[in-house]
């Protein structure tokens, strides 16, 4: 018996469709039903076997379902949830793929009606691409998947989600809510941060009478890649994870501001202490990534 | 005839070594003679062909030689122009591949006797392996190459080095010294403070109550990976070139303060222009690296 019946994939790209394509290899679920505006999109995803077939309204498309999934910008899950709510069948678990969890696990917990349920989470994996042609079966394999319940948490709806990300290949981590925001602010809000002042900075440097960033290499490119991610979809994670990254913009501005001023000073030994130390945090995490994802897993 | 009789190789790894490669492949230089302190590298040099035979004394081992090349880290290439100096044959070009500009063609132009020539150069390509075997023929292919002359620099070694380091497959750009620190100031040396002191700032935060390193993905591994840099090399680099790094940390620190002041009163319009201006400058670079490289050269 597959874990779940029907499962309605609310914006079906990437996220949702490697999701998808995962639990309907393991033969884990039953019907997959998938819902978006575009309608080339939904087709193709028809086409490509991914889902069963779609619906262009959430509220239509969500009937029957015994679990929602929503990978849809981080802005949009609570409205979304907001116009499902009437429409769940009893039972129902509800979750999410959204990069920040505080502001939206607090408004999509009270907006599900009873005896159904909000299960916040954010698996962490992705590519440069999108849409449903670029998903695929082991965007999760290996990768983490952070689960974020609370207090109000069903353990039944939380041991489900769970399982499926598990099943999709995923080292499932729980924590709570605030957590979670401050984890990703650091390691992946931050460096956008300072991606895109870094790009900013550089480009519009005037000093030279000409355009600098002409003379990257491949350096450069690689350290700004980053800086290429979709402004609309960053903003909206700027304002929705604002404290969090705003106490790691901090954080990371007192690191900066030693630095200057131990290269101000010329004293050699404090910079090489201070460059020592980042590449063994650096080399520590390469280490620790090279290690069997099994042995992650907690 | 070969453009160069004898090249003396001061430090025969990736970057002398590749030198080598490149001008013996096509057969531009008749001798080449490799000096360095380890033995077992400079045997391994000779049995991959990359050099003729070798000297453990620089001074032994410039002699007879039309061009020397220094490989060496930044800090010690004006000394071994001194030590070298007594031993120069009459009319040899000495140049080299430092990072860091200012300084060195300020201390070796005096050093170098009269009838001998110095000039200033900085191939920008590199991989993360170090030593001969790392070196490669297509090293420089399509890479930048930037040729530092100064009111001093002769104009027959000028053209004998950037000759050099065209039939090397670089794309040779002219500029003074002081405009090279700042660009490479910006392109390098700033990404590097930046990438260091992230590390640092991520690593060693204490608000989880356990390394939130270990939760990082592949987005910030790619976006760190130079923050694995060698820290005597980038101590030398952030002293050799101070100000212009200063200069840059300082146009950095500007920017992000502007963003962070964007991100502090949510104001979701400016955080959208910011981010989609650095894409666009990002976006910029990228194109402009696939155009065919010889559309770049000057």
Redesign the interface.
Same mark, same amino acid.
């Given at each position: 018996m597959p874990l779940i019946n029907r499962l309605a994939i609310i914006g079906v790209g990437l996220i949702g469709g490697s999701l998808a394509r995962i639990l309907r290899e393991k033969g884990e679920v039953g019907e997959v039903v998938g819902i978006g505006r575009g309608k080339a999109n939904l087709e193709r995803a028809v086409e490509l076997g991914v889902i069963d077939r779609y619906a262009h309204d959430p509220a239509e498309g969500v009937s029957g379902a015994d679990m929602v999934f929503l990978a849809t910008p981080v802005c949009t899950i609570a409205d979304i949830v907001k116009t499902i709510a009437p429409s769940l069948s009893p039972g129902c678990i509800i979750t999410d793929g959204g990069s920040v969890k505080g502001d939206i696990v607090r408004a999509c917990e009270p907006l599900v009606p009873a005896g159904c349920h909000f299960v916040g989470g954010h698996p962490?994996?992705g590519t440069e691409n999108s849409g449903v042609e670029a998903s695929f079966a082991t965007l999760y394999q290996g990768?983490?998947c952070?689960i974020t319940p609370t207090e109000h948490t069903d353990r039944g709806a939380l041991d489900k989600v769970v399982r499926m990300w598990q099943l999709a290949g995923s080292n499932v981590?729980q924590m709570d809510v605030e957590?979670h925001d401050?984890?990703?602010a650091?390691?992946?809000h931050?460096?956008h #941060?300072? +991606?895109?002042?870094?790009?900013?900075?550089?480009?519009?440097?005037d000093?030279?009478d000409e355009n600098?960033?002409?003379?990257? +290499?491949g350096?450069?490119?690689? &350290?700004?890649?980053? +800086?290429?991610?979709?402004?609309?979809m960053?903003?909206?994670i700027?304002?929705q994870n604002?404290d969090s990254?705003?106490?790691? #913009?901090?954080? &990371?501005?007192?690191?900066?501001?030693?630095?200057?001023a131990l290269? +101000?000073c010329?004293d050699?030994a404090a910079?090489?202490r &201070? &460059?020592?130390?980042?590449?063994e945090?650096?080399?520590?995490?390469?280490n620790?990534?090279a290690l069997p994802s099994v042995k992650e897993e907690s």
């Open positions: 962490i994996a990768r983490r952070i981590v957590k401050r984890v990703v650091a390691i992946s931050l460096p #941060m300072v +991606a895109y002042s870094l790009v900013n900075a550089v480009g519009e440097y000093g030279c600098i960033l002409k003379y990257s +290499a350096g450069f490119r690689d &350290f700004t890649r980053i +800086a290429s991610s979709d402004p609309v960053w903003r909206d700027a304002l604002r990254i705003l106490e790691m #913009m901090d954080l &990371f501005a007192d690191y900066y501001a030693r630095l200057r290269v +101000a010329g050699g910079i090489e &201070f &460059f020592a130390s980042s590449k945090h650096r080399d520590g995490i390469v620790q990534a």
